[in-house]
């Protein structure tokens, strides 16, 4: 199975920018879709972005406009620009490959296994 690392996180104020960055320990990441999934407390996981393995993206709508999936399959790494950050993305932040139809309600995790994950603050 893919392991993924995920970092980047930290604590920044309301409008701030963080950067996340997964890396995949599979060679074959290039073929595969990926995604970020953030954890709030009390809250089940959802999907937040996804990118396709031809480089097709989809969003959540909360996060349209202000987040941007991408990748590089040269390093196995795929990354989460998150600009004008607001408290209610305080989370935790993961990635994995997906599976199903390409739309944020289609796609799920090909399997259960989840890396640490990388804490994202947003407060004042």
């Known amino acids: 199975q893919v392991q993924f690392v995920e970092s980047g996180g930290g604590l920044v104020q309301p409008g701030g920018s963080l950067r996340l960055s997964c890396v995949a320990s599979?060679?074959?990441?290039?073929?595969?879709?990926v995604g970020w999934y953030r954890q709030a407390p009390r809250k089940q996981r959802e999907l937040v972005a996804a990118?396709?393995?031809?480089?097709?993206?989809t969003y959540r709508d909360s996060v349209k406009g202000r987040f941007t999936i991408s990748r590089d399959n040269a390093k196995n790494t795929v990354y989460l620009q998150m600009n004008s950050l607001k408290p209610e993305d305080t989370a935790v932040y993961y990635c994995?490959?997906?599976?199903?139809?390409?739309?944020?309600?289609?796609?799920?995790?090909?399997?259960?296994?989840w890396g640490q994950g990388t804490q994202v603050s947003v407060s004042s």
């Open positions: 994995n490959d997906l599976i199903g139809h390409f739309s944020i309600a289609g796609l799920r995790p090909r399997d259960d296994y």
């Open positions: 599979e060679s074959l990441f290039s073929t595969y879709t």
């Open positions: 990118i396709h393995s031809g480089g097709i993206t």
